[in-house]
């Protein structure tokens, strides 16, 4: 193993570096838009496993003839991460779904909604009164907005704070064992 | 044209399945919370996970023990050895030394090395309060990371690149010795677009009275009687001044992303007065500006990666005393002759991509491609032409038909998990090949295997072969008249067992390996002091082989209010000999680290890390100066304190001060001279105080 003398000789390569960038450039251009990778990835891993640590009202649970959906609203980088999930999930256990919505009003029969950081107005989250749909975020006044549990990066993790308030107006419970991971829990 | 072809094919065959963290799902939520982010296999996993020995400091760790820069984070880790000669911060991992040449140095993944030596360069200009986080990566790694990564990677983490996405803060420091530090953060997100700034100021005069005594003490110091002869030995003249100043800034919208990373540095050691190093410059500036610009992508067929172009230009300048007056004899003969070099603007451009693809839970796929073209500027000297008008001379000996240099790279890592018992065991294989071509040294083929076994989620035992390399530069090529140099190559097994699970309420963090690492061609540029008191000469030695065993642990246990850590290093190395007796050289034998940290007080933290070096041996003059000894630098016990307090809330934003004392105990201590040149010794700072306020916005 190790180090061999030059059996690839650089000028096989050939020159014209410009045209070579170029076609780099091009190559970039054509590609499909889709998603940036780094910390939305565990993000994406949060969101995807909230759902076995929430409780819905019975006449709105997921369950096995009712997938559960997670719906993204705004930014939404880690969308295809989940879609990838959700067929993987769906194919060996209960069907999940992931949806792009467009407004609040596209929320219905959500179960759990992630809403990037200025999706919405301020005032608009409770406003809407959104039922049974827990409201997951990472802006950092999305509790005092309304929301129920806020993502954030502390000490190099990610880390998330609940509003067990917030969660119970909305018809929700949260298992002991998610409060107990949780950074901060406000509320009761 | 095959390699970039290759590459555009790959850009445009990107169409399988979106998997990259297809493995974070798996982990429990417990596991997700604590998943601490790592560099060591490209992709975001847990360091247990990675194959090698992988360390993390975290700002955590940062902020409670109080650490103001890089060089005070990298003595948290157990098996890395540095000396602060006051110029830059020389050093190695694992028990090898040098200017850290074998080390790779990154700025958020951003490759940062100096492109004259290809070193990693550290001054002052690392403030811990922009960083996130600091990943060490100890061993070769240069299958992913390409050349220079022979000892291991130092890769840090802003706190713009990988904070929270809105940030508003800044640190006002006011030490002894004039020292002052500012430095801030701040980051928005607008939509799609992520705006981060963050940048430092530093300054300090370094000037204690034990190091300017110490400097002028041509027994302990110097012991060289013809040099000491030229040198003003004045306490009083003394001036080891430094000033720096960073700006990183990061740009993100949507899959889009750029950024640049941008460092001065000054250096003022005294140009006609006291010199604490004969090497190095008397006054000497040097910056460099790292562009950045490139796209992430992914796509539902589950192949991702990225595509990015960096430029890095660097400016080195330098005021010296230089003997041109080959007959001086004393101080005041010497100080007429200053000579102005520069080594001209150079220039780094680099095309980098990387694709990953999960075929399924099980086994994944990394490739990619770097390449880049340099072109090294002149190295020049203003000089008196002899008729009072002054003008550029190249350099003698510097080899400007190297100073144009490419390099092809690609790399396959191909990674595959098994469970056999159908249980929680698992036993993952990872393995990779690096081809590296690069202009004026032997291209390279670079493999790295690892064998990751795990009894259960939380500890994995880790077998490791890797090969890396280190090719020369412009530098090493100076005064030679190699038309090629062959690089230098790192062979390492390792044994590593991790632990990371609940313990007592907390969370304990283990990392033990059991390594043997041999370098072939191991060079280092060395000085050979010039005769009648010339300044000498640089040259690159090239010393054959040199092997290190070594074992290390660090453990680290977090729970409640209370951090503690413990580390350590033993080694094994080749030995050197000299006048029959054998000894190691350059490097203790023994590290201890211990560190104890309590918040549980009313907004006060307090923290102690304790940092021992068992004695250091080194050839140096002996005193009367008629031949060479092996000199023993003494064993030494650092201890530093660091009080926080707050927060104090200042309408909407919050206040945190802290007391920090350095070396608490005020043991005079050394650190031996690893580079082969003199003088042989560096004293470092004595006990010392400063003030730290930290404001969030």
């Given at each position: 193993?190790?180090?061999?003398?030059s059996w690839w000789s650089l000028k096989r390569l050939g020159s014209g570096p410009g045209r070579r960038l170029c076609a780099w450039l091009l190559a970039l251009l054509l590609a499909p838009p889709v998603l940036a990778v780094?910390?939305?990835?565990?993000?994406?891993?949060?969101?995807?496993?909230?759902?076995?640590?929430?409780?819905?009202?019975?006449?709105?649970?997921?369950?096995?003839?009712?997938?559960?959906?997670?719906?993204?609203?705004?930014?939404?980088?880690?969308?295809?991460?989940?879609?990838?999930?959700?067929?993987?999930?769906?194919?060996?256990?209960?069907?999940?779904?992931?949806?792009?919505?467009?407004?609040?009003?596209?929320?219905?029969?959500?179960?759990?909604?992630?809403?990037?950081?200025?999706?919405?107005?301020?005032?608009?989250?409770?406003?809407?009164?959104?039922?049974?749909?827990?409201?997951?975020?990472?802006?950092?006044?999305?509790?005092?907005?309304?929301?129920?549990?806020?993502?954030?990066?502390?000490?190099?993790?990610?880390?998330?704070?609940?509003?067990?308030?917030?969660?119970?107006?909305?018809?929700?419970?949260?298992?002991?064992?998610?409060?107990?991971?949780?950074?901060?829990?406000?509320?009761? | 044209m095959k390699t970039w072809s290759a590459g555009i094919l790959m850009t445009f065959a990107a169409s399988a399945a979106m998997a990259e963290?297809?493995?974070?799902?798996?982990?429990?939520?417990?596991?997700?919370?604590?998943?601490?982010?790592?560099i060591?296999a490209f992709t975001?996993?847990?360091?247990?996970?990675?194959?090698?020995?992988?360390?993390?400091?975290?700002?955590?760790?940062?902020?409670?023990?109080?650490?103001?820069?890089?060089?005070?984070?990298?003595?948290?880790?157990?098996?890395?050895?540095?000396?602060?000669?006051?110029?830059?911060?020389?050093?190695?991992?694992?028990?090898?030394?040098?200017?850290?040449?074998?080390?790779l140095?990154l700025?958020?993944g951003h490759e940062?090395?100096?492109?004259?030596?290809?070193?990693?360069?550290?001054?002052?200009?690392?403030?811990?309060?922009?960083?996130?986080?600091?990943?060490?990566?100890?061993?070769?790694n240069s299958t992913l990371y390409g050349g220079n990564a022979?000892?291991?990677?130092?890769?840090?983490?802003?706190?713009?690149?990988?904070?929270?996405?809105?940030?508003?803060?800044?640190?006002?420091?006011?030490?002894?010795?004039?020292?002052?530090?500012?430095?801030?953060?701040?980051?928005?997100?607008?939509?799609?677009?992520?705006?981060?700034?963050?940048?430092?100021?530093?300054?300090?005069?370094?000037?204690?009275?034990?190091?300017?005594?110490?400097?002028?003490?041509?027994?302990?110091?110097?012991?060289?009687?013809?040099?000491?002869?030229?040198?003003?030995?004045?306490?009083?003249?003394?001036?080891?001044?430094?000033?720096?100043?960073?700006?990183?800034?990061?740009?993100?919208?949507?899959d889009w992303y750029a950024g640049?990373?941008?460092?001065?540095?000054?250096?003022?050691?005294?140009?006609?007065?006291?010199?604490?190093?004969?090497?190095?410059?008397?006054?000497?500036?040097?910056?460099?500006?790292q562009w950045f610009a490139g796209r992430n992508f992914a796509f539902e067929s589950g192949i991702n990666g990225f595509v990015e172009a960096v430029r890095l230009?660097?400016?080195?300048?330098?005021?010296?005393?230089?003997?041109?007056?080959?007959?001086?004899?004393?101080?005041?003969?010497?100080?007429?002759?200053?000579?102005?070099?520069?080594?001209?603007?150079?220039t780094r451009t680099t095309l980098k991509t990387r694709w990953n693809y999960s075929f399924?839970?099980?086994?994944s796929l990394i490739a990619g491609y770097d390449g880049w073209r340099q072109k090294?500027?002149?190295?020049?000297?203003?000089?008196?032409?002899?008729?009072?008008?002054?003008?550029?001379?190249?350099?003698?000996?510097?080899?400007?038909?190297?100073?144009s240099s490419e390099v092809n790279a690609a790399f396959v890592q191909y990674s595959?998990?098994?469970?056999?018992?159908?249980?929680?065991?698992?036993?993952?294989?990872?393995a990779g090949l690096r081809h590296h071509s690069q202009s004026?040294?032997?291209n390279a083929l670079l493999p790295r295997?690892?064998?990751?076994?795990?009894?259960?989620?939380?500890?994995?035992?880790?077998?490791?072969?890797?090969?890396?390399?280190?090719p020369?530069?412009?530098?090493?090529?100076?005064?030679?008249?190699?038309?090629?140099?062959?690089?230098?190559?790192?062979?390492?097994?390792?044994?590593?067992?991790?632990?990371?699970?609940?313990?007592?309420?907390?969370?304990?963090?283990?990392?033990?390996?059991?390594?043997?690492?041999?370098?072939?061609?191991?060079?280092?540029?060395?000085?050979?002091?010039?005769?009648?008191?010339?300044?000498?000469?640089?040259?690159?030695?090239?010393?054959?082989?040199?092997?290190?065993?070594?074992?290390?642990?660090?453990?680290?246990?977090?729970?409640?209010?209370?951090?503690?850590?413990?580390?350590?290093?033993?080694?094994?190395?080749?030995?050197?000999?000299?006048?029959?007796?054998?000894?190691?050289?350059?490097?203790?034998?023994?590290?201890?680290?211990?560190?104890?940290?309590?918040?549980?007080?009313?907004?006060?933290?307090?923290?102690?890390?304790?940092?021992?070096?068992?004695?250091?041996?080194?050839?140096?003059?002996?005193?009367?100066?008629?031949?060479?000894?092996?000199?023993?630098?003494?064993?030494?016990?650092?201890?530093?304190?660091?009080?926080?307090?707050?927060?104090?809330?200042?309408?909407?934003?919050?206040?945190?001060?802290?007391?920090?004392?350095?070396?608490?105990?005020?043991?005079?201590?050394?650190?031996?001279?690893?580079?082969?040149?003199?003088?042989?010794?560096?004293?470092?700072?004595?006990?010392?105080?400063?003030?730290?306020?930290?404001?969030?916005?």
């Amino acid at each position: 193993m190790g180090l061999s003398r030059s059996w690839w000789s650089l000028k096989r390569l050939g020159s014209g570096p410009g045209r070579r960038l170029c076609a780099w450039l091009l190559a970039l251009l054509l590609a499909p838009p889709v998603l940036a990778v780094g910390e939305d990835e565990v993000k994406a891993a949060f969101l995807a496993k909230f759902g076995h640590y929430v409780s819905w009202p019975a006449d709105r649970a997921p369950g096995p003839d009712r997938p559960l959906v997670i719906g993204v609203l705004g930014r939404a980088s880690f969308i295809d991460l989940l879609r990838q999930r959700a067929r993987e999930e769906s194919a060996r256990g209960p069907a999940m779904q992931v949806r792009r919505l467009g407004s609040l009003d596209d929320a219905q029969g959500v179960h759990i909604l992630f809403i990037g950081a200025q999706a919405l107005e301020p005032q608009a989250l409770r406003q809407a009164g959104l039922r049974a749909c827990l409201l997951v975020g990472d802006s950092n006044g999305f509790l005092d907005e309304g929301g129920m549990i806020r993502l954030t990066t502390d000490n190099n993790r990610i880390r998330f704070d609940i509003d067990v308030d917030a969660a119970e107006r909305a018809g929700l419970k949260f298992s002991a064992k998610l409060l107990k991971l949780a950074r901060e829990v406000r509320g009761k | 044209m095959k390699t970039w072809s290759a590459g555009i094919l790959m850009t445009f065959a990107a169409s399988a399945a979106m998997a990259e963290g297809a493995d974070l799902f798996e982990l429990s939520l417990e596991e997700l919370v604590q998943l601490p982010i790592t560099i060591a296999a490209f992709t975001p996993q847990r360091t247990i996970d990675a194959p090698g020995t992988v360390y993390v400091i975290s700002r955590e760790d940062i902020r409670r023990y109080g650490w103001r820069d890089l060089k005070e984070i990298l003595a948290a880790i157990p098996n890395l050895d540095y000396f602060w000669h006051w110029h830059w911060l020389p050093g190695g991992q694992r028990g090898f030394t040098g200017n850290f040449a074998g080390t790779l140095l990154l700025i958020d993944g951003h490759e940062v090395q100096n492109l004259l030596a290809n070193e990693t360069f550290i001054v002052n200009d690392f403030p811990s309060h922009t960083i996130e986080r600091v990943e060490v990566l100890q061993g070769p790694n240069s299958t992913l990371y390409g050349g220079n990564a022979a000892q291991g990677v130092i890769n840090v983490v802003t706190r713009i690149e990988a904070g929270p996405e809105e940030l508003g803060d800044a640190e006002f420091i006011a030490g002894e010795a004039d020292t002052r530090q500012f430095a801030f953060n701040a980051k928005r997100r607008y939509g799609e677009l992520v705006l981060g700034l963050a940048g430092s100021a530093f300054g300090s005069d370094q000037d204690w009275r034990e190091l300017r005594e110490f400097a002028v003490d041509t027994e302990r110091f110097s012991r060289d009687p013809k040099r000491d002869a030229l040198r003003n030995l004045d306490p009083d003249h003394y001036v080891n001044r430094e000033t720096n100043r960073t700006l990183n800034g990061r740009l993100r919208y949507g899959d889009w992303y750029a950024g640049v990373n941008y460092r001065s540095f000054t250096s003022d050691k005294g140009m006609e007065k006291a010199r604490t190093d004969f090497g190095g410059g008397d006054l000497a500036r040097r910056a460099y500006t790292q562009w950045f610009a490139g796209r992430n992508f992914a796509f539902e067929s589950g192949i991702n990666g990225f595509v990015e172009a960096v430029r890095l230009r660097e400016l080195n300048r330098k005021w010296a005393q230089i003997n041109l007056n080959r007959a001086a004899r004393t101080y005041d003969e010497v100080v007429s002759a200053v000579e102005y070099s520069e080594i001209l603007p150079s220039t780094r451009t680099t095309l980098k991509t990387r694709w990953n693809y999960s075929f399924d839970a099980q086994r994944s796929l990394i490739a990619g491609y770097d390449g880049w073209r340099q072109k090294m500027g002149d190295s020049v000297v203003l000089r008196d032409r002899g008729d009072g008008v002054f003008q550029y001379e190249r350099t003698a000996g510097w080899r400007a038909d190297k100073s144009s240099s490419e390099v092809n790279a690609a790399f396959v890592q191909y990674s595959q998990q098994w469970n056999p018992w159908d249980d929680e065991r698992t036993l993952t294989l990872v393995a990779g090949l690096r081809h590296h071509s690069q202009s004026y040294t032997n291209n390279a083929l670079l493999p790295r295997v690892g064998l990751v076994f795990k009894p259960d989620p939380d500890q994995a035992f880790k077998l490791t072969y890797g090969e890396a390399f280190r090719p020369p530069t412009s530098l090493e090529f100076e005064g030679t008249n190699d038309e090629s140099i062959e690089s230098q190559e790192m062979l390492m097994w390792e044994l590593n067992h991790s632990l990371q699970r609940p313990l007592w309420g907390g969370l304990i963090n283990h990392s033990a390996a059991l390594y043997e690492m041999t370098a072939v061609n191991f060079y280092e540029r060395i000085f050979i002091p010039g005769e009648s008191g010339s300044i000498g000469r640089w040259l690159t030695q090239v010393s054959g082989e040199h092997r290190v065993r070594g074992i290390e642990e660090l453990v680290q246990w977090q729970g409640g209010d209370w951090l503690v850590s413990l580390g350590g290093r033993y080694l094994d190395p080749d030995k050197a000999e000299f006048m029959g007796r054998d000894y190691i050289a350059d490097v203790p034998r023994l590290k201890l680290k211990a560190g104890i940290a309590y918040q549980g007080f009313a907004k006060t933290s307090l923290a102690l890390f304790a940092d021992h070096w068992s004695t250091t041996y080194t050839l140096a003059n002996n005193v009367d100066n008629t031949g060479k000894e092996i000199l023993a630098v003494p064993a030494w016990t650092t201890l530093s304190l660091n009080a926080r307090f707050g927060p104090y809330a200042i309408g909407d934003a919050r206040l945190h001060w802290a007391v920090y004392a350095e070396n608490l105990t005020d043991r005079t201590y050394y650190h031996a001279n690893a580079r082969g040149t003199s003088p042989i010794q560096f004293q470092q700072a004595p006990r010392n105080f400063r003030l730290q306020l930290v404001v969030d916005f």
